[in-house]
């Protein structure tokens, strides 16, 4: 049986053309300070409301304005910086900005934008796990919470007005109590909950089930091997194969992953997939 290696073309129900979603980059654990040596995982989730792959759709990664080798739907890295991620057709995704820490003491708050009525949940964390004692969070240098030993800090429900810089300090037994160590601040930002529903819509689209087929050829239904198959016709194309190499960062100029990137376009054609 020949393999489809294409791509076979939806055509939406509306009659009207199907809009290109950015995909989905998220971070596993969802926080972005991390202690130099830990790894974390980047996973990039995203749909092509036009097409209907019949294999995995590849992924571009980007660090900066380097384009990564990997093409997996998912990564480790453990390199600070700014991580967008691409699938095929679809525009680039929002960032996420990795950073690396040298300290005893970082603050960590989840990467995905907080909104109105939400929790805004963040830890102080040791060294490795070390336990941190006499704790203290501060939102914008004031005290706002403390805790005899290491625990996360939580707003149940935040506002706007709980956007700003936070920060903690507290001590470890290494092996004696030390003086009180401070993290580095850290800014955070509560959006609006008028926003929340337009993301999350734009986030259900991306994993949105395929659109109404142009065409269908159905083959009747048998108690014999391929009982049940549904023939789809369409156009297909080879994936395009790009050539990895540092993107340019021109002067001035915004961020441009598609930029220095070069694809090998590969034949064409039509024909029947099964489905």
Request: glycine content about 8%; charged content about 20%.
């Amino acid at each position: 049986m020949w393999e489809l290696t294409a791509l076979l073309l939806l055509v939406p129900s509306s009659g009207q053309a199907a809009t290109l979603e950015k995909p989905i980059l998220s971070l596993h654990p969802p926080w972005t300070t991390i202690f130099k040596g830990e790894r974390v995982t980047l996973r990039c989730d995203g749909y092509h409301p036009l097409l209907l792959e019949l294999r995995p759709i590849s992924t571009l990664w980007y660090l900066g304005h380097l384009l990564l080798p990997s093409h997996k739907k998912s990564i480790e890295v453990q390199t600070p910086g700014v991580y967008r991620c691409q699938t095929r057709g679809a525009p680039v995704s929002d960032p996420i900005h990795l950073s690396v820490s040298n300290d005893w003491l970082i603050l960590q708050v989840p990467y995905a934008a907080v909104f109105e009525g939400e929790p805004l949940v963040m830890r102080c964390r040791g060294w490795y796990d070390k336990v941190v004692y006499k704790l203290h969070y501060y939102h914008d240098g004031q005290p706002v919470r403390y805790f005899h030993s290491s625990a996360n800090y939580t707003v149940p429900q935040a506002r706007a007005s709980d956007s700003g810089r936070y920060q903690c300090s507290g001590t470890m037994r290494i092996p004696v109590e030390s003086a009180p160590m401070f993290s580095a601040k850290v800014a955070v930002t509560v959006q609006e909950a008028r926003h929340a529903a337009a993301v999350r819509l734009l986030q259900v689209q991306s994993r949105r089930a395929p659109l109404r087929l142009g065409r269908r050829v159905h083959r009747p239904r048998s108690r014999g091997r391929g009982a049940g198959i549904t023939l789809v016709r369409g156009c297909y194309r080879q994936p395009q194969r790009p050539e990895t190499q540092p993107l340019a960062a021109a002067s001035g100029a915004g961020f441009s992953p598609g930029r220095g990137v070069h694809h090998r376009p590969g034949p064409t054609g039509c024909g029947f997939g099964a489905r």
